[in-house]
């Protein structure tokens, strides 16, 4: 039985080879490698595809992090409020700026920022010392930034600014006006990745978009002279004219994508919450980089993490664990707030297959396989669309 990863980037990459190898040629032949006019091209695309605002690429998405935080003056003595249940770029970067991290809890059905456990932070000791929230898009699905700022307008907290994190959500229409500053990482795996590292911070104000394009570069405020401390977050030319071919792609994909996450809500649906699987809740505007269901089994946290191993090692399926272990419970980010349900999260979330490409048998080979190891054994619902087709 073939291996099935949880993603494959030979399958997306192939039918652009020709493409990718033409850009690459152009790029050679013109002699500039970073922060040429490829990069200026990119931004202004990937900036007006997203919803609008000042585009600006740099070396990673925790560099864009990192930016978007020096753009907005966030530093020593000041906190900032994220979620525990992601990647630790985003913690990492509010560190690297020398502000503490608060974390917020997360709803149970749409695990990003609780807009009520917000409100609570803003009540706690030390909330004065808050100056900005970056709700993170996780899995493709949309914080409620709406709910977020409600909360913040009802607690006289404007002056708390809001940098969204959609590291998971290129694509999802008009992402880019929900925040002050949004930031995407390009890592290879996303909805729309490069073939290696990059990231990009869109700005609404032009003030912070000339801020960070002098910040990803040394600080600089010309050829031989510096304004500040800055750092070398250059892009190079190369990510730039691939990210603009696959930047054409990336509507397709996406709905791919969401055609994929119908697929398993129709194979798995007979399932959803009534015993041990929990499919994740649908949303507007979801991207669905990732499809996160929910192992529980009354409360053995160790289910997961066998059917986990056994799709893995009996069924040959490459799942994934996004994520295992939440922020707070690393070594360099404690809080001694509680967080029930990030940390029931982390014990029971399990990502399934899912990438533009994926054949409608393998949703049905990784359904099928998911049911054995939960002995959810009789049959499920058929997808009616020919066997075989690519969605």
Not at 340 to 361: A, I, K, Q, R
Request: glycine fraction near 10%; include cysteine; charged fraction near 25%.
């Amino acid at each position: 039985m073939a291996h099935l990863p949880l993603v494959d980037l030979k399958r997306l990459h192939e039918p652009l080879a020709r493409e990718l190898g033409d850009a690459f040629a152009r790029v050679l032949a013109s002699g500039s490698y970073h922060l040429g006019p490829e990069t200026e091209a990119f931004e202004a695309e990937f900036a007006r595809h997203e919803g609008g605002g000042e585009g600006i690429c740099c070396g990673s998405g925790s560099d864009a992090l990192f930016l978007a935080l020096r753009a907005l003056d966030i530093g020593p003595g000041h906190a900032v409020v994220t979620v525990s249940n992601s990647f630790m770029a985003t913690p990492e970067s509010i560190v690297r700026t020398g502000a503490e991290v608060i974390f917020c809890d997360v709803g149970e059905a749409s695990r990003t920022l609780d807009p009520a456990d917000l409100a609570q932070i803003l009540e706690e000791p030390g909330a004065e010392g808050i100056k900005a929230v970056i709700p993170i898009h996780l899995y493709g699905r949309r914080a409620d930034v709406a709910g977020i700022d409600a909360v913040l307008q009802a607690a006289g907290r404007q002056d708390i600014k809001l940098i969204g994190d959609a590291a998971q959500a290129h694509g999802s229409p008009g992402v880019s006006q929900d925040t002050t500053l949004t930031c995407y990482s390009f890592y290879p795996a996303k909805n729309l990745g490069a073939l290696g590292d990059g990231g990009f911070v869109i700005a609404q104000n032009s003030r912070h978009a000339a801020r960070i394009r002098g910040l990803r570069n040394h600080g600089r405020a010309g050829k031989h002279s510096v304004s500040e401390i800055g750092l070398n977050s250059r892009f190079d030319e190369i990510q730039a004219a691939a990210l603009r071919i696959k930047l054409k792609h990336l509507d397709e994909w996406n709905q791919q994508r969401r055609d994929l996450a119908d697929a398993y809500r129709e194979r798995l649906g007979r399932h959803d919450g009534a015993g041990a699987l929990r499919l994740p809740a649908d949303a507007p505007n979801h991207v669905h980089h990732l499809f996160v269901v929910q192992v529980t089994v009354g409360a053995d946290s160790t289910v997961r993490d066998r059917v986990f191993a056994d799709l893995r090692d009996k069924h040959q399926i490459g799942a994934g664990l996004h994520y295992p272990i939440a922020c707070h419970q690393m070594p360099p980010y404690p809080t001694s707030r509680a967080l029930p349900v990030t940390e029931h999260l982390t014990d029971h979330v399990l990502s399934l297959p899912l990438f533009p490409g994926m054949t409608l048998d393998e949703v049905d080979r990784v359904a099928g396989a998911l049911e054995i190891c939960l002995d959810l054994r009789a049959p499920g619902t058929r997808i009616t669309t020919p066997r075989g087709a690519r969605l």
